[in-house]
């Protein structure tokens, strides 16, 4: 069992995560939703995750409408650090409250675990980053949390995702990154850029290490992760794309069970020629 080993891994979950998006190029790093993920991605050579709460919230059986409790959240926090030793970007929604909230959500997140906490400047309810209809927080509210959240960290990393594109274009984004750096950010993340040039504006004006989310059927267009480090950016990720997978998986599986079971024909559960069902394969997770 992986986390009863001792890590090699050195040094404080935020400090390792700087360290990673500070060498040249972009860092990638995939949505984990839960520890096997985790173990899945950090074997193929990955190293560091995101914690989405989409996947997250879709995971539990919730809509991603800020519905899921911080303790539903930690849970997630302390068996995927615990499983796979790697830093972990956890998505903090809209920080569970206001600015006293986020400073106990970031001292809660820091002692599961965490590297990097992302907030975001949408009001209650929240949605995705590439709907429609997004009520956001004036920007000095959400620079309010920002500066309480740095206050209260220790050393995890602060990612602040301004959703202000849509409605108020690139220049009310740019306006309100550069306001979150100054408030204490050390990441910023443009939500649903829809133009290279668009991306490319962002990261010259803001000055600051930025974040992309490649997520599937959104505005931003599918980029490669050195197309996004041509553009500026030093983080990318990838955020549901483990659950979408996943979820098609285990769909064709049940409707697979079921035909064969109503027909008769079921010996065993699935044809598994590649031993992906093996004791030896998962023995090795």
């Given amino acids: 069992m992986t986390w009863f080993s001792t890590s090699s891994a050195q040094g404080l979950p ?12 972009a860092l990638g790093v995939p949505g984990a939703h839960n520890a ?31 519905m899921m409790t911080t303790e539903e959240l930690l849970l997630f926090v302390r068996v995927i650090t615990r499983s796979t030793g790697l830093p972990l970007i956890v998505d903090g929604d809209t ?62 990393r602060i990612i602040a995702r301004t959703d202000a594109a849509a409605s ?7 306006a309100r990154g550069k306001l979150y750096v100054e408030a204490g ?14 991306m490319r504006a962002f990261n010259d004006a803001v000055g600051a290490p930025t974040l992309a989310n490649m997520t599937e059927f959104g505005r931003t267009p599918y980029l490669s992760q050195s197309e996004f480090a041509d553009l500026g950016f ?23 069970l079921a035909r064969a079971s109503r027909a008769g024909r079921l010996s065993r559960p699935v044809d598994d020629p590649q031993g992906y069902l093996s004791g030896d ?4 997770l």
């Fill in 281 to 284: 394969r998962l023995s090795r």
């Fill in 185 to 198: 950010a050390d990441v910023i993340f443009p939500e649903a850029l829809t133009s290279a040039e668009d």
């Fill in 36 to 66: 096997l993920a985790g173990l899945l991605a950090r074997d193929a050579g990955f190293e560091a995750l995101y914690l989405s709460g989409g996947a997250l919230s879709a995971s539990l059986g919730l809509p991603d409408l800020g």
């Fill in 234 to 256: 030093k983080i990318v990720i990838w955020p549901v794309t483990s659950l979408r997978c996943e979820a098609g998986a285990m769909r064709d599986l049940y409707a697979h």
């Fill in 95 to 156: 920080g569970y409250g206001e600015a006293l909230n986020v400073m106990r959500l970031v001292q809660d997140l820091e002692a599961a675990g965490a590297a990097g906490v992302q907030l975001e400047d949408q009001l209650l309810p929240k949605k995705c980053g590439h709907l429609s209809d997004k009520l956001l927080n004036d920007p000095e509210s959400m620079a309010a949390k920002i500066a309480a959240a740095r206050k209260a960290r220790t050393h995890l």
């Fill in 168 to 174: 108020e274009g690139l220049a009310g984004a740019i």
């Fill in 14 to 25: 935020g400090d390792r995560l700087e360290a990673l998006w500070s060498r040249d190029g």
